[in-house]
């Protein structure tokens, strides 16, 4: 009984730091507001989260719906990360006027580049119906009754929601569907590219550095929100005018110190804090390792291509990035975890659930289901992830397969469809193709279906697989097919209902693809979604049972992509043992990686002219120029792009990733090596200032002194 106590102890102190944690804007009353006080905020809760008074939420969007992003002037400037505008960087670049490499600067808003389908959203409003949507739900029905009942209901709450006709609303379950949120949100349609540094400056470091720490990067862009003249969102229209904000942040010229308060305030992404350890086991030993080896053969493909061909490297940057990121990440996550003894952690906590929860008939069942659970959805988990990973992940002449894949099903289903879904899918396909290169992927294609073939668990694999050559079938289609280009695909689709599904049924890459298509949507997703779903709703009944059980713990909703607050503070971490990262990096940093003519740490000469100059302008501090710093920030994917703001509400910085050693934090967040990584406002400012003498933005921007 003492060990209980004393790991029950444990469990209630490592939660209840008041470091951590991914809390709804507007629940931050009590105890959060009391914690933030105690870091050295000086914000209320209203200050951050007011309906009826402009507050920071105002200035927070949703960029593109992937990354976060803030206004910084009362303009409708947004900024954002480099690696988030990167896809809008790269559609504007070509041979000739390459922005990836060099940079873009608009000299004035009308040289500003408008970014067809890019979205910014805003939130108005946060509502919480969870009465209304869990009321009168049968314990005894089935979990499908149960949903369509919880479907009916948020279709209620939605009908009875004021908004205005210009805003959106979208609902969101919180800790597992045991708590409903109703957003009232404004989407933006109309978003511009402002300015971003050259990728070696905003990716200075590249691959070799993501996730790491110390880190040198400039990882930023500018973009701003146009609106029509009653400044409500419209489609793009030289019509259109810059965007009124309610908020816009102001950024503070007196950077940041050791211990400094700091919240982010974004959008994270997903994570699953509390899984039990079963699940985390199958993610270290089952799950992670063989993603990781595939996007590690593709990569170092694709790697060798970029370096030998400047139109490759243009068309594959951001797709490379993309791969890269999570490769890395999962890497470092395993790593954490294991570190961490994360696994082992969830074990004692799990004890102390089943001790307090002896003869209890709801909650002492659920470790044991769990563990039943796991078991049965392991090797079904292992093949869906193989064939997301190769078929519509790494391998591009499939991915276009899924596509076509869908596309025949749904004019097979309404052939009247045929005009609008072929124009659709080759609208899509321009994008594709413009960024597409068959030797490359004739290679990747042959690799990772020689390891589909060989590791993916046999037993989910088709007769297509493993039947075949695999060198011989990558050459048979690499050869024949029509996917492997643009023209070919459009002229496949030329033609009848009854004569476009003849063609592509004929096509040696389709052909092959619609297998494995079939029989991802046959037999691997159906068996995934049932147990899936079985896992889940133990996992609601689970997380009631820990908010329950440990009622004084500091238990928040994981993340879900809805607006959040974390804080924290600036801090160095010690990763092992006699090794102390410092929190804070210099431009020195960057002169000392300097490679010239290498890919990831070459350095414009511009910058390294300011360097030798010591010409830092008003950003600098001690003849030294602050780059990137790190704190104890509780962030994930969705983050990036997360303004961090300081004690007053001003801008101190941009953040844009975590420490290797803390990307575990998805999944268990321990403030001893869980760091953020954040671009300094100042190094932002000096960029854009001495840089790329946008001196117009500098003098949009509201510059504070907070700290004199």
Not at 42 to 54: G, H, M, T, W
Not at 454 to 479: G, H, W
Not at 591 to 598: A, F, N, R, V
Request: with cysteine; charged share 25%.
């Amino acid at each position: 009984m003492k060990l209980i106590k004393i790991i029950f102890l444990f469990f209630v102190l490592q939660v209840s730091a008041q470091q951590g944690g991914m809390w709804i804007p507007s629940l931050l009353e009590g105890m959060n507001e009391k914690e933030m006080k105690s870091l050295g905020s000086e914000l209320s809760a209203k200050d951050i989260y007011d309906v009826n008074n402009s507050s920071l939420k105002d200035a927070i969007v949703h960029f593109n719906g992937g990354c976060t992003s803030e206004i910084i002037s009362d303009s409708g400037l947004l900024l954002t990360n480099h690696h988030c505008g990167y896809g809008a960087i790269q559609s504007h670049s070509s041979v000739e006027h390459d922005y990836l490499q060099d940079g873009f600067w608009a000299k004035t808003m009308n040289d500003e580049l408008p970014n067809k389908g890019m979205v910014a959203t805003l939130i108005v409003r946060i509502d919480d119906i969870t009465k209304d949507v869990l009321k009168d739900i049968p314990s005894d029905a089935s979990l499908k009754e149960q949903q369509q009942l919880i479907d009916q209901h948020i279709a209620k709450a939605k009908d009875k929601a004021q908004k205005e006709d210009w805003q959106d609303l979208k609902v969101k379950a919180m800790f597992d569907g045991n708590q409903y949120l109703l957003f009232v949100t404004e989407t933006f349609r109309d978003i511009r590219l402002v300015g971003a540094p050259p990728t070696s400056i905003g990716k200075f470091g590249s691959d070799t550095d993501n996730w790491m720490w110390p880190r040198h990067t400039g990882d930023f862009s500018l973009f701003r929100i146009y609106a029509n003249k009653k400044n409500q969102p419209a489609d793009y229209s030289e019509d259109n005018v810059p965007y009124d904000p309610k908020h816009f942040l102001p950024v503070s010229l007196d950077g940041i110190s050791e211990n400094d308060f700091t919240m982010v305030f974004g959008f994270p992404g997903s994570t699953s804090e509390y899984l039990p350890a079963v699940a985390i086991d199958q993610i270290v030993h089952k799950l992670n390792p063989p993603k990781i080896k595939i996007r590690d053969e593709a990569l170092t493909i694709v790697d060798g291509y970029m370096r030998k061909d400047a139109k490759i490297k243009i068309q594959y940057a951001s797709k490379f990035a993309r791969i890269a990121n999570y490769w890395k990440k999962w890497i470092g996550e395993n790593q954490g975890l294991t570190k961490s003894k994360a696994i082992e952690k969830k074990q004692e906590l799990e004890q102390v659930f089943q001790e307090k929860n002896k003869g209890n008939a709801e909650y002492e069942n659920l470790l044991p289901e769990f563990d039943r659970l796991y078991t049965d959805i392991e090797e079904v988990s292992v093949a869906r992830n193989y064939w997301i990973e190769v078929v519509y992940r790494n391998v591009e002449l499939l991915n276009a397969s899924v596509k076509l894949y869908r596309f025949e099903r749904s004019i097979l289903k309404d052939p009247s469809k045929l005009d609008a879904e072929r124009t659709k899918l080759m609208n899509g396909f321009k994008g594709f193709y413009k960024n597409y290169n068959a030797t490359v992927d004739e290679d990747v294609f042959e690799k990772l279906l020689t390891l589909y073939k060989e590791e993916s668990p046999q037993a989910y694999l088709t007769s297509s697989v493993k039947e075949a050559s695999v060198s011989d079938l990558t050459q048979n289609i690499y050869t024949n097919s029509a996917l492997t280009n643009y023209d070919g695909m459009n002229k496949m689709l030329e033609g009848s209902v009854e004569e476009v599904i003849s063609k592509i049924n004929a096509d040696p890459g389709f052909e092959f693809g619609k297998t494995l298509v079939d029989n991802f949507y046959q037999h691997i997703d159906p068996k995934y979604q049932d147990l899936n779903m079985q896992i889940k709703a133990v996992q609601k009944v689970y997380m009631k049972a820990l908010i329950e059980t440990f009622p004084d713990a500091r238990i928040f909703p994981d993340a879900n992509g809805t607006l959040r607050v974390t804080y924290g503070k600036v801090n160095g971490y010690q990763p092992k043992d006699a090794v102390v990262y410092e929190p804070v990096t210099y431009l020195k940093g960057v002169i000392e990686k300097y490679q010239p003519g290498d890919y990831e740490f070459d350095v414009p000469a511009k910058l390294i002219e300011l360097y030798n100059n010591k010409d830092y302008g008003a950003y600098g501090v001690d003849g030294k120029m602050p780059v990137n710093f790190i704190g104890t920030n509780h962030t994930t994917g969705g983050n990036s792009g997360s303004p961090v703001i300081d004690a007053k509400g001003n801008l101190i910085g941009l953040n844009f990733d975590r420490v290797w050693e803390g990307t575990m934090s998805d999944y268990n967040y321990d403030p001893e090596i869980c760091r953020n990584i954040m671009v300094d406002a100042r190094y932002i400012l000096f960029i854009v200032d001495k840089f790329a003498d946008s001196q117009r933005l500098i003098d949009e921007m509201k510059l504070v002194h907070p700290k004199k």
